[in-house]
């Protein structure tokens, strides 16, 4: 079957899914998206874009940030940014402060909420706040080749009034020596971050450097990209990523706005979007739909069809 | 570069490595290999098996064996497995019983030795111990074309005579109605299994099937393959999965014995030996032998080369 | 009122609770006592036993046997004994293995499940295990000055058979080199000691040398019983010991068999059974009683009656 | 021995002592204090007020400071506080978030930090901050008849720059709902209760209601007085509560600043500063001197001396 068929086919059943998952509300502005949409973009090596559904509604695209960032720092401070955060698993959810506590205030990866605070406390590194979100959103933009990328600043500021479990995240790493900024200051970027809004179309672009595709502008040494795939396989989806690769089978990142960005790694990049999420935080139509395309590709990293 | 110089060169650097990691002490059988001896072995597609270093020396694949019995589980029980075992990397050490406490008695997944009790008390379901390892050795000798391979007795008694944490682990799920058959006798049945011994030849060959090569026989359906590889990569090394998936970005099981199993889907199976393992439990030079290996082939699922 | 009065007011209003919790079911010989039963009985520095209720008939004294297994401990290795347990609350359930694991294999204290088994597994000490079962019923039997008392082999079979929770502490020790015999030796002796039966007015008499009476046969030196008696404040009903100082303010120990033995120094000693057990473990009517008995004399070590 | 040569002669013994433990240093004021102090004061039924060495210093009295809020809040909430902290031991250090994670926000007890922030939080309840402090200035001097007692404002701020770990502690609990008012606040206050000074003579004089000293003024009913005394058996030094009630049977309250509260109901208050700390955060000597004047006067609440 051609793509744009699998798109559509994907698209249509979710339309007609009735079990669609519980929209976030503990951030008050994501709580009012309406449950019924849902978009799918794919980038792929020869340049076309597909998509199907709400694609071109802008979203918040939350954690889905922590990888672009993880980007930036990798790219400023390369292999040093590890002395402050690890690479494995945490085995709990994605705000637990219990590993933190038992590992003295290092986090276990940069996906978790402690680690993400981590890295952009290390890319802020003492410059004005600014100063890296506009970083962010030229990376952004760069990468997906989308001037039209912004932040919410609705969304941001409904973040900083709810985001007392970040608060204790960022001070309990302060009182450890892992924090390099005021806590209020690195948390403000974080904030900002996670609010930033992009399309299904924007993101699946701003992914393709990610899958390799040589149709992306360079951004990151092919090494390093490795690496931040095996990254987002491992933890990019907190205490559901073994769910994630089982179904799955791609690295990918979700973020509680809904949205889901995979890499097929030299085939294509991914971005899924609907509000609705699972018991475990992730996109519930989005993961599903995930699950679906890996199938009918044979896209899995773990072995072509049957 | 011709695969066999990779593997020459991989197999002279490992000679010449006096840094070799620390054989296993706890079982005393494994106390006395000699850490000198270094072997890897590649299964290609095409039905070649290259090899250099000691890879016709047979070793005991300990933990290496959860990935046969699991793909013996998953034949006979399929999915209903899962209700008795989870699919999450536990961010713990192997043999952590503190995950298991606050889970009730389920393990987080089927690498963990909690978890691979498990799946040998679920094949084992009231038959002859002597039965299932029976069926073991025919899976293996099947998946490999070797009639050759057989478990080593004196070992078997001296992991049943120290393995207390397993005592624990297993009475522990049995008092959590998570055990089918009396403790001891699955048990016995678990440390036979870790006594297996081949060679990096003989588990190349056998790893065949998870590769999805053409020249395998058939012993499980491509979707389980797939998802026996997802299980490989998320918990294949316990706490150290993570850094393995970044450092070498392929499926893979590591046993204190000091051999690794990896899988470059639709490429190759890959067997390395060196008896010394690393502060986390997984042979030092394996490990690294196959960084190497990955970097020189591009066969990395998370990207190609740079 | 006269103490007299006060222990019969005690008893009728026990006996027309409907509320009388749950009988521990894990036992299956526990599991058929009936729960309508209680008794009290209280042992004075004049030589008297004043009782009423169900005080003469004999139950399965369980986990009080902690104490008196800890008092022989004491006599016979001093405080060498604190380099395998300690004496600190576990904050934790009675048989929880989690701490166990953070602090490798060392219990937090004599009275949780671990600890008393390292406890008895000190007392053993390379002996048959029947003679440490003599040296308890002896040692029971001078300090109530009753030879009449016994051990149940029925109840000892019945926690043989399903005690896997302790199997699993003990060989977790055993993996951790904190137990000197073999597991299943020590363990014999445990499940053993928990079976012993008295009645109140045994329990009672043969506390008499923790409450420093003078009519006590001289059992241990009063700097042992102090501490004794501190960690049966601290730690005599696991994660509920908070509770019973707030509520009754006396050190006591509790049995899932619903006994409860409590200590009112220079004054006292108090033994309350009835088998019907609240949500932590410990009989609910006798907790109940002992609240009671503590503000109606105003023995709580914490203050006077207001 | 008289009581006052007891306590000389416990001077001049610690006056001697070389190993003195360390100043806690994460409060850069309470860094700064000379090591070589230490004091001792008796406040007894008769009215009589004993001590010996720097007794009349004035110190930081730190986490007593619970004692006496957790005493106002009792007294205007009674037991409703209870819906907000537990009574039981945490098994955890004094400043742990582990607990609170696996918890939900509930702290385990008044006394560890999360516990007491949740108490002042209470008494605090929409008032203004300087009214709560004033209340509790008004509790100190009115429980001890020294209108001297103050706040030390150099203390507090420097706790206030340096308390993230308590930011971390609040804000967690807010994210929970367990905060009635913006962390920052109820921490105001915090920070500040704990920068009260007094010296022994006042701390044993204000201790006296806890003691039941006919001689104290009216401060709370016995019965809760009982509650309090049962909450420092347990809770009072955090993960070493067991240890001084092993050593000393008194209910007492340290502090990082160097001052230790204990109670002998019906007999003495006693307070005891110097500002060394032992490794688990309470005053060296302090318990050094507890424990010897305790074993002297026989005062311990687990039966009288040998």
């Given at each position: 079957?051609?793509?744009?068929?699998?798109?559509?086919?994907?698209?249509?059943?979710?339309?007609?899914?009735?079990?669609?998952?519980?929209?976030?509300?503990?951030?008050?502005?994501?709580?009012?998206?309406?449950?019924?949409?849902?978009?799918?973009?794919v980038a792929l090596d020869d340049g076309?874009?597909?998509?199907?559904?709400?694609?071109?509604?802008?979203?918040?695209?939350?954690?889905?940030?922590?990888?672009?960032?993880?980007?930036?720092?990798?790219?400023?401070?390369?292999?040093?940014?590890?002395?402050?955060?690890?690479?494995?698993?945490?085995?709990?959810?994605?705000?637990?402060?219990?590993?933190?506590?038992?590992?003295?205030?290092?986090?276990?990866?940069?996906?978790?909420?402690?680690?993400?605070?981590?890295?952009?406390?290390?890319?802020?590194?003492?410059?004005?706040?600014?100063?890296?979100?506009?970083?962010?959103?030229?990376?952004?933009?760069?990468?997906?080749?989308?001037?039209?990328?912004?932040?919410?600043?609705?969304?941001?500021?409904?973040?900083?009034?709810?985001?007392?479990?970040?608060?204790?995240?960022?001070?309990?790493?302060?009182?450890?020596?892992?924090?390099?900024?005021?806590?209020?200051?690195?948390?403000?970027?974080?904030?900002?971050?996670?609010?930033?809004?992009?399309?299904?179309?924007?993101?699946?672009?701003?992914g393709r450097f990610l899958a390799g595709l040589p149709v992306s502008?360079?951004?990151?040494?092919q090494?390093?990209v490795r690496?931040?795939n095996?990254?987002?396989?491992?933890?990019?989806?907190?205490?559901?990523?073994?769910?994630?690769?089982?179904?799955?089978g791609l690295p990918?990142?979700?973020?509680?706005?809904?949205?889901?960005?995979a890499v097929a790694p030299g085939r294509a990049s991914v971005?899924?979007?609907?509000?609705?999420?699972?018991?475990?935080?992730?996109?519930?139509?989005?993961?599903?739909?995930?699950?679906?395309?890996a199938?009918?590709t044979g896209w899995s990293v773990?072995?072509g069809?049957?």
């Open positions: 079957m051609a793509l744009q068929d699998i798109l559509d086919r994907i698209a249509a059943a979710m339309a007609g899914t009735t079990d669609r998952g519980t929209v976030a509300t503990y951030i008050p502005e994501l709580a009012r998206i309406d449950p019924g949409q849902f978009g799918i973009a076309r874009v597909l998509s199907a559904g709400d694609a071109a509604v802008p979203f918040s695209i939350q954690s889905v940030s922590k990888v672009f960032m993880l980007a930036i720092a990798l790219g400023r401070l390369g292999d040093g940014l590890w002395t402050r955060v690890g690479r494995e698993p945490s085995g709990q959810a994605f705000n637990s402060i219990l590993q933190l506590e038992m590992e003295k205030g290092h986090p276990r990866n940069p996906f978790i909420n402690a680690g993400a605070i981590v890295v952009t406390d290390a890319v802020l590194a003492g410059r004005m706040p600014r100063e890296v979100l506009a970083e962010l959103l030229g990376f952004l933009r760069a990468a997906s080749g989308d001037p039209g990328i912004h932040i919410n600043e609705a969304v941001a500021r409904s973040e900083t009034a709810t985001g007392f479990l970040n608060v204790a995240l960022a001070n309990f790493m302060r009182a450890h020596g892992n924090m390099q900024n005021p806590p209020e200051r690195s948390l403000g970027v974080y904030f900002h971050q996670c609010a930033v809004e992009m399309t299904c179309v924007q993101l699946a672009l701003a502008p360079p951004m990151l040494s090494a390093r690496r931040i095996a990254l987002m396989m491992m933890c990019g989806h907190y205490d559901a990523s073994g769910e994630f690769a089982y179904r799955v990918g990142k979700s973020g509680v706005g809904g949205g889901i960005l971005a899924v979007w609907s509000p609705g999420l699972n018991s475990r935080g992730s996109s519930k139509l989005g993961t599903e739909a995930m699950e679906r395309l199938r009918e773990f072995g069809a049957s």
